[in-house]
Structure formats: C-alpha cells, structure tokens
C-alpha cells in the first residue's frame, strides 16, 4: 500500500493564479481531509469528506473548494491564490469514526508558497 | 472558539528526564483523544490514543493521562529521549453527531530533549 499521498511536493504560485492538489488513498478509506499547517497554528481542518459524494466545511473553508467522486480521490482546489493561503497543507484519511477504526493516517505534505 | 486547548508551546527537558504535554476540551461530545508526532517535513503520525472508558493507557514510554470530569488528558514520555524529539500535538473527535469526521487539534508542542 502507498498510503496516502499528495502531489505536489511544492508549489509556487502568483496571487489570484488558481490550482489543485492532489490527494489520493489506497486504504479504502471512508474518510478524508485536508490541514492547513501554520507555525503557532497546529492542523486547522479546511474540508473534510465521510464518503463519496460527501463533503463539508471545516474550520478554515474560505478560498478552497473539494469534491470527492471516488473513495480514493479528494482534491482541493485553491480558486484564486492569496499571500495569506501561504501553508503546508496536508491530508488525511481514517477508516471511520468508531473505536479501533479511526486512526488518521497524514500524507507528506505540499509546501505553497502564493507570491 | 479553540475546541482543544495545548500547553505547553515549546519544552526542553535532558536525556532520560520525563516530558509532559496537557491539553484541554469544551465539548463533551468528544469520545476520541489522539496524540500524533511530527518530524520537521513529514507529515503527523498517530503515537497513541484514548477513550474516556479509561483513565489511563500506556504504550512502551508513552502514556495518556485522562480527567474526564475536568475535561482533560495529558501525554507523558518517560526517559525522554534525543529521537523524541518533535512536534506533539493532541486531539479530539467523536464518532457521532455534528463532530463526526473531524478531528480537532491543539496548537503542538515543539519538544527538544537534550543529550
């Protein structure tokens, strides 16, 4: 199994330039997120899906857009960059909720940096 | 409003001395309690987790401290070691009602153990 994993590694982008990242699972993972990585800041959730076809805003929703058609896949988009979207942003995916299913297990990470 | 509250941000403790991170919750409804480390540019791994049916859980050198009633758990690393050293954060989620899904995060605490 690969995990989860996340591509780009790192992206520079201009400000009001718009891109996905990508997320993908091999763990038939019903649940998926994605973080925001700030210093001082811990992991703020910004979506999160508990299926296909299933999202929902989390604490820091504003300037990025999900979706999620398959189980495997949960791209985020950033639909007009901003200095202040400057992060590394990482995503998750879990089993379930319910006792001894709900570990997350963290992709590696994409370090943006919105010029 | 911050779900889960961590201190302290940053400790330094010597080689074989004993670390401990406490954090604390608002909302009742939380029935999960993980603590997951991070190594500068990886992603956040699970270390250990707790439900409140017990007030304690111990994995090798690590330990969860729960207090259910006061609304808070703390992480104990006993002989603290120079490879313990990174970013410890806690948690919080539930697998039922609003929260389901989410996993709230303290802020971390960036742990260094000296030689």
């Known amino acids: 199994n690969a995990g989860v994993t996340q591509t780009p590694k790192f992206q520079v982008l201009k400000t009001g330039q718009s891109m996905t990242l990508q997320c993908a699972q091999d763990?038939?993972?019903?649940?998926m997120s994605w973080y925001r990585q700030d210093p001082g800041m811990g992991l703020r959730l910004i979506h999160y899906?508990?299926?296909?076809?299933?999202?929902d805003q989390g604490e820091v929703p504003n300037g990025y857009n999900v979706s999620r058609s398959t189980t495997e896949d949960f791209p985020l988009r950033l639909l007009s960059a901003a200095p202040s979207q400057t992060s590394v942003y990482f995503c998750?995916?879990?089993?379930?909720?319910?006792?001894?299913?709900?570990?997350?297990?963290f992709g590696p990470g994409t370090r943006l940096l919105v010029l | 409003q911050q779900q889960v509250k961590q201190s302290p941000q940053s400790l330094i403790v010597q080689k074989g001395g004993i670390s401990i991170i406490n954090c604390a919750y608002e909302?009742?409804?939380?029935?999960?309690f993980p603590w997951y480390q991070q190594f500068p540019g990886k992603g956040p791994a699970l270390l250990i987790a707790?439900?409140?049916?017990?007030s304690e859980k111990k994995e090798g050198r690590f330990t969860i401290s729960f207090n259910k009633s006061a609304k808070q758990f703390s992480l104990h690393i006993m002989d603290s070691q120079p490879g313990d050293s990174a970013t410890y954060f806690c948690?919080?989620?539930?697998?039922?009602?609003?929260?389901?899904?989410?996993?709230?995060f303290g802020r971390g605490t960036q742990l260094t153990v000296w030689p």
């Open positions: 998750a995916s879990s089993y379930s909720f319910t006792s001894g299913q709900e570990t997350q297990y």
């Open positions: 909302n009742t409804a939380f029935d999960y």
């Open positions: 707790i439900r409140p049916d017990v």
């Open positions: 948690a919080a989620g539930s697998d039922r009602g609003s929260t389901l899904g989410r996993l709230y």
């Open positions: 763990m038939n993972h019903e649940y």
């Open positions: 899906s508990v299926g296909a076809g299933i999202t």
